[in-house]
């Protein structure tokens, strides 16, 4: 599947995946200015422009990279595994599933979806993916 940010600076290609997850953490919506609606992409994500690629450590466990030159939110990375999960409009095809949400005790009152997901709380998704030992 390939990619680009806003001004076109910054262009990628991941593997073919179809499922998006919604992540509810106060650091997404902060972000973003609401849920983080991205697709786990995987590792074997490959970048041109990378010159245009912004890095923030938002916590010892992850990344978030952004293009310097439009502001595009790029992805979200996992430090351990180098998994890629990048914001799904910016992809070229639109061809999604909305397939799961976490950090679901987080998500405030004022937004919901329609859609029948399975749900991670804080506390699960560190459990699952934050680094040992807390």
């Known amino acids: 599947m390939n990619g680009h940010c806003l001004c ?4 990628f290609t991941s593997p073919v995946a179809k499922e998006i997850g919604a992540c509810h953490c106060g650091f997404c919506r ?3 200015g609401g ?10 994500v490959e970048f041109t422009g ?18 310097t030159r439009c502001g595009t939110h790029l992805y979200y990375k996992l430090l351990a595994t180098g998994e890629y999960f990048i914001p799904a409009g910016a992809f070229e095809t639109q ?3 909305l397939a799961s949400q976490i950090y679901i ?9 329609a859609n029948q997901t399975p749900a991670l709380t804080e506390q699960q998704v560190i459990a699952q993916y934050g680094p040992p030992n807390g």
Request: proline share 6%.
């Open 8 to 11: 076109g600076a910054v262009h």
């Open 30 to 32: 902060r972000w973003g």
């Open 35 to 44: 849920p983080l609606l991205a697709v786990h992409c995987g590792p074997d």
């Open 50 to 67: 990378e010159e245009h690629i912004g890095v923030y450590a938002s916590s010892d466990w992850a990344q978030r990279a952004f293009c």
């Open 95 to 97: 061809d999604f599933e």
């Open 105 to 113: 005790d987080k998500k405030p009152a004022y937004y919901a979806f």
